[in-house]
Structure formats: C-alpha cells, structure tokens
DNA sequence: GGCCGTTTGACAACCATTCTCAACTCTGAT
DNA sequence: ATCAGAGTTGAGAATGGTTGTCAAACGGCC
C-alpha cells in the first residue's frame, strides 16, 4: 500500500493537471468530464488515469466524492474539515455547510445500535434563490 | 405516462412476486439480488421486468432507493413516515432511524442559503455488532 | 372467442468504471 | 551520466449494472 513510507505517491504532471482541472470549476464534475476538459485544454490524459487520479486523493481526503441520483460519481475540491453540501437542482451552485450537530447525531445513532467503522452521508438539494 | 388515468398498473403475478420478495426480506437489495431470490424461490421473473417493477414502485413512493458506495442501487420496501437508514455494509442490515433535529438543521441551512423544494438523502454506513 | 393495449423476457446495447500489461518516467545509487 | 527498480501511464479489453428492443404472452372487455 505505500502508505505511510514517507515517499508516498508522486505529484505527476498528469495529478497536478487533473487537481488543477478540478479547481477550475468550483462544480462537482464526474471524471469523464474531467477528461474532457484536460483533453480540450491541452494537457490530455488517459482516462484511466483520471479514474486512478480522482480515486487516490478521495482517499487521501483531498477532494469530495459524491453520486449523482443515476449513480455516477462526481467529485469535487474541498476544504479539508468535514462538510456537507447544498446543491441546487438547477444550476448546480454548491454551498458547503457544516453541522456539527448532524455528526454528534449520527455518531451516538451508530454507536446506540452497535455499529463500528461509521461513515455517513448528506446531502441537501434544492432550487437556490437565483433559480427560483 | 398514465399517472392518474385511474387504470394505474396493473398487478401482476410478476410485480406482486416483486414485492412480496422485498417484503420477504427487511433489508435493503439490490435489483440482481431480488431477481434471484425470486428465482430460487421458483417464481423466476426476468431480470428486465424486476428493474422496471422496481422503478415503478420507487417513482410511486411504495419502496425506497439509495445507493451503495459503489453505486449499485438498492431497494426496499419501507414505512412510509420519513426516516434515515443505518446499513451495515457487510450484512446489510438495516436499522430505520429518525431524526427530528437533523430534519429542522437542514430545513434551516437551506432557507439560510435561499433554498427552495429542497430534499435530502441521509445514510449512515457502518459495521454492525454481529458482523464485527 | 377475438381484439387491443399492457406487460413480459431473452438478449443486445450502453456506459461508467476497472483491469491488464507493456512502455515510460522518475529517483536514488553507483 | 548511467543503471536498476519501483511507481506511473495509457490504449484497449473486460466487467457489470442498467436500459432498450421487440416479438410473444397476457388480461380485460366487447
């Protein structure tokens, strides 16, 4: 796993480009549109590795994963501390919110039915002000 | 299509063998899964048949759908006063939870952000007493 | 019984994602 | 600089869930 050697994985042209095509947008983009926009800006790279790209910094925390309701995965660049999202249904504007209320919840709800290795998900979605 | 023409769906044996599988079980499945409980069971029903029964059922409100972490959709056949889940992710055990505070936070943020029409999806995943 | 719209099921088509594997690229040591 | 070896890449194939196709079967209804 490479885990925590001290050399851990290299920040290949290819990473920093995927990393810097998702800071171009502030949306959540499935990786096919990250392709996309690699390819059409020049600094292609193979889809394969964007797959890999996109699913070794969900690990290591440094960009969001979530689902789109037909199941395909989205991800986007985040704050580091532990959100949630706001997304218009629309337009597709995102608002992080935190709830530090929400984690203390489900934390005790898992912990009062025996549950180990918790992990949760929310998301809220709606028609922001703009689009109304 | 044929939303409150007052026919409806019909009820066929297929679609009751649909539920009466979900109902079988109080955990959440899959549509792989419910196909082949139904033909071990020796009422067999095409695989076809149990994705558009089970989508027609989801788009009613009669069962629940959510999404593992690796997407695959999974179905169940739930009560109908709102709740959040609590799977185990190695057995699939499911506990319904609610969660009034929870519902009020996310009502709050949204108004705070100018969101309309607003739902949310809340899953906790976790590993459950038995299976750890 | 026969007509007609609905439903079914076997199979192909789709599409996101993962796998394979040979070629390539860093990094560190000689 | 050169070499070796581990890490990384990319093209294409393979996988697997899901949806589309379409002819055959079914269920009411006259």
Redesign the pocket.
Known sequence: M?STDG?G??P????LAVLEALASVDDFR???EVHEILSSSGS??????V???L?LYADQGDVDVLRRED???IYRRCSETHHHHLVCRSCGATVEVEGPAVERWTTSMAAEHGFTAVSHTLEIFGTCAACS
């Open positions: 490479t050399s994985p290299r290949t042209k290819q990473r499935s990786a096919q292609p790279v193979g889809l394969a590795t797959y890999r790209t699913q199941g395909e995965a």
